[in-house]
């Protein structure tokens, strides 16, 4: 059986080896982020089964899959319980939740090993997921954060906000005026947080407001640089494998 563990907490995906290697269960690879895994399917055999993490560092993991089609049979490991928790159900062979218990983890192969035995189609179809999570209700999106500035609290409106970006650790907003603030969530977090119609994560790095492009100029290796209005404190490039979605989000 050719199985691959597709985890950005290497942690976690250590973890999840030695539990399956006490099912007697061997891993043939340990991917880390969308990137990786695109280039590895485009140079390897796909495997029988994928342990998926759902939120990787650089993206959502159903981005490897509108790059390369995959017939692999999956089971979604996840921290998080609000990605349609029943799509996932009906089109996987199984979804847990972090921390993985051994029986959960044990009751899953099995059933995998059930679907191959009695010849049952064992990969995930993407398109009913994507027709699930379109029927589910509109979400609320963030209408703005609230900072704190010494002793006092500050609230910045949602129109305000020009990015979100990462640096040592923290996650910080910058405003049109210029100022930078210190907020308690990690961009992975903000991920259901912001309008989609508004906000793109360029990067692993950096949030955009579209309302605060300034300027797009073509960059090395099929990058795109992108010119905000008032940050300049970094450079903000939109990554290779986001760049053909950031166009569509342009458009």
């Not at 790059?67 to 009906?90: G, N």
Request: hydrophobic share 40%; glycine share 2%; net charge negative.
């Amino acid at each position: 059986m050719n199985i691959i563990i597709i985890e950005d907490e290497k942690p976690a995906a250590r973890r999840l080896n030695r539990m399956l290697q006490d099912l007697n269960i061997e891993v043939n690879a340990m991917l880390y982020s969308v990137e990786e895994s695109i280039v590895w399917f485009q140079t390897n055999e796909h495997p029988d089964l994928i342990f998926l993490d759902i939120q990787l560092s650089d993206g959502l993991s159903f981005e490897i899959f509108e790059s390369i089609e995959v017939k692999s049979a999956i089971i979604f490991t996840t921290a998080y319980d609000e990605y349609a928790l029943q799509a996932f159900k009906l089109n996987s062979i199984d979804y847990l939740l972090k921390p993985i218990d051994n029986e959960d983890l044990e009751t899953a192969v099995n059933k995998y090993k059930e679907r191959i035995s009695e010849k049952q189609p064992a990969f995930i179809d993407f398109s009913d997921i994507k027709k699930l999570l379109g029927s589910q209700q509109e979400q609320e999106y963030k209408k703005r954060f609230t900072v704190k500035v010494g002793q006092h609290l500050k609230m910045i409106v949602i129109n305000d906000i020009e990015c979100f970006y990462s640096e040592n650790k923290g996650t910080y907003i910058h405003t049109s005026e210029g100022r930078d603030y210190l907020i308690d969530l990690t961009l992975e977090q903000l991920e259901n947080e912001l309008e989609p119609q508004t906000f793109f994560r360029v990067n692993r790095k950096f949030y955009i407001n579209i309302n605060a492009i300034k300027d797009m100029i073509s960059y090395t290796n099929s990058r795109l640089q992108i010119k905000l209005k008032s940050y300049t404190e970094q450079e903000v490039i939109v990554s290779r494998e986001r760049v053909r979605d950031f166009k569509d989000w342009l458009a």
